[in-house]
Structures are given as structure tokens and as C-alpha cells.
């Protein structure tokens, strides 16, 4: 079965890492210079890709990651497994913290893929990058 074999799991992330490297060099990045490209797998192994677009205003600029998690979700996917996001950083580039939130309400606890243009840094599980998060569990009385 394809997923729980490790070597098709690791051609898997290859291909998500170099989707994401793709996509960032679509990436409005006029105002920073910093490019982001990301990359979200669902469970059926679509890829949807992003990359941070930017404007004159700065402040409405979006991240990669939030790109990718809207696109799919605009397109009825509902179910990911996880998110692989580069930049061309020497230290890992995490998410943000507003793509923290969105990535953990939309997506779960999935492995989220930190590389750059030549290699894969470290890969971290989302319960991990925002522990304690708040949610909708909060929301029901
Ligand atoms: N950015 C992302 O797209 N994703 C991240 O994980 C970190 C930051 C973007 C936002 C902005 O366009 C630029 O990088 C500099 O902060």
C-alpha cells in the first residue's frame, strides 16, 4: 500500500519539498525580497501549491502556507496530510504564527516539511509548533 511503505513515503516528501520550491518562485515578494514557497498534500496525494504574495500595503500580504490551505480549500478539499514550506535560509524557515493557527484548525496535526533550496532541515509535527492551541473544541458550550 502505497503511504506505508517508507520508500514511496520518501519520494512523497521529495516531491512536495520540490513542488513548494516551484511555487516560490511565483512568490510577490517585492517589498521583503523573501520568497516562500509551500506546498500541502491531501489525503488522496493532490498536491495545491502557494507562495507569499505581497502588495503596497504590506500589511495585507499572505504567506505561502495560508496560499496553499485557501486554494485547496476553495477547491472542496478538506483532508491533508501534510505541508512542506521553503525558503532559501541557511536556518529553518518555520511558519508564522497566524500559519501556525490556520495550518492546525485546517489541516490537524500534520508533519510540516521546513526546507530549503537544497535541502530538507527538519520536519516537525503541528501539535509541536503551537502547543496549547485555540480552536473550535473551545467554541462548543
Ligand atoms: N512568509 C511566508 O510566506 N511564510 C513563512 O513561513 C514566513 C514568512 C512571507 C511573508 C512575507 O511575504 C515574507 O515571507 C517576509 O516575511
Known amino acids: 500500500m502505497a503511504g506505508s511503505d517508507p520508500t514511496s513515503a520518501k519520494a512523497t516528501v521529495d516531491m512536495l519539498v520540490a513542488a513548494a ?3 516560490r518562485e511565483h512568490a510577490f515578494s517585492d517589498f521583503s525580497g ?3 514557497g509551500a506546498a500541502l498534500e491531501t489525503d488522496s496525494g493532490e ?3 502557494g507562495c507569499n504574495i505581497e502588495n503596497a500595503t504590506y500589511g495585507l500580504t499572505i504567506c505561502a502556507e495560508r496560499v496553499a490551505i485557501f486554494k485547496a480549500l476553495s477547491e472542496g478539499k478538506r483532508a491533508f496530510k501534510r505541508i512542506a514550506v ?3 535560509t541557511r536556518e529553518p524557515t518555520p511558519p508564522c504564527g497566524a500559519c501556525r493557527q490556520i495550518i492546525w484548525e485546517f489541516c490537524g496535526d500534520v508533519d ?3 526546507a530549503n533550496l537544497t535541502e530538507i532541515k527538519m520536519t516537525l509535527r ?7 492551541p485555540f480552536d473550535k473544541r473551545l467554541l462548543r458550550r
Open 21 to 23: 520550491r516551484q511555487a
Open 34 to 36: 523573501f520568497k516562500v
Open 47 to 49: 498536491v495545491i501549491t
Open 86 to 88: 521553503v525558503a532559501d
Open 112 to 114: 510540516v516539511i521546513i
Open 126 to 132: 503541528m501539535k509541536d509548533l503551537l502547543p496549547l
